[in-house]
């Protein structure tokens, strides 16, 4: 999608605040329209063609989605957009990409309570024995359940007096629904870990043979990983 097209869905939500904060000092405190009009901007054929819902496919669309987004995220606050998103294609039957969410969630100002900031640990190897080619190739999508996997380790750090604490957890995600198949937690970044995490997830399914994708940290790129991908 084009700059134009960002713009324009960007334009139409920041519009829709514009003439709703027009009503508000209209109806309710009594401004004169013709003054909060020409404050704002608007010419006022534009606010009583908004007004009488006279509104274009695409800004009709986009104000069921602002509607959509600001309930589910006052209902969880510690979704990011592409989780909110994941919410209206799954429980209210609106499919629209990634993009259009984030656009209008950057509008809106809606966005999760929780920081995540990247706590990849998984070191690459040295001297990997097992390099496989990277088949997803960026497409962090999937059409169905169990398609397509994605595993990382994640290093969590924190003090108890003056010394150091560290745990790691390991987990596989969905890329369909972004469901967790499998995680474990370990005071120790070693293979056993990840593996452990690859069987509790062939375990859960047994019947799935998704691409399984990861980082060339040293535990996915050993031959005994590899063998375990093999027989699943």
Not at 79 to 99: A, F, M, P, S
Not at 163 to 179: G, M, N, P, W
Not at 196 to 202: G, L, R
Request: charged share 30%.
């Amino acid at each position: 999608m084009g700059r134009n097209s960002k713009e324009g869905c960007l334009g139409q939500v920041r519009q829709r605040r514009i003439y709703a904060a027009i009503r508000e000092a209209h109806t309710e405190k009594e401004y004169p329209l013709e003054l909060a009009c020409e404050l704002l901007h608007v010419a006022r054929s534009a606010y009583h063609k908004w007004a009488s819902g006279k509104l274009s496919r695409r800004a009709a669309e986009n104000e069921q989605l602002v509607e959509k987004l600001e309930q589910l995220h006052a209902e969880s606050p510690d979704k990011g957009y592409r989780r909110l998103n994941d919410n209206l294609r799954h429980d209210c039957g609106i499919h629209v990409n990634d993009k259009r969410v984030l656009r209008i969630c950057r509008a809106r100002d809606i966005r999760s309570t929780i920081k995540y900031n990247n706590h990849g640990c998984t070191r690459r190897a040295k001297t990997p024995q097992y390099l496989a080619e990277n088949l997803l190739d960026r497409q962090f999508y999937a059409a169905k359940p169990n398609e397509k996997w994605l595993t990382d380790v994640t290093e969590f750090k924190w003090f108890e007096g003056m010394k150091v604490q560290k745990l790691y957890l390991s987990a596989i995600l969905d890329l369909c629904d972004r469901r967790i198949v499998s995680y474990v937690l370990s005071e120790r970044n070693d293979n056993l870990l990840v593996f452990k995490t690859f069987d509790k997830a062939v375990k859960a399914n047994p019947d799935a043979h998704p691409l399984f994708h990861s980082d060339r940290g040293f535990q996915y790129t050993n031959r005994a990983f590899h063998h375990k991908l093999v027989q699943a």
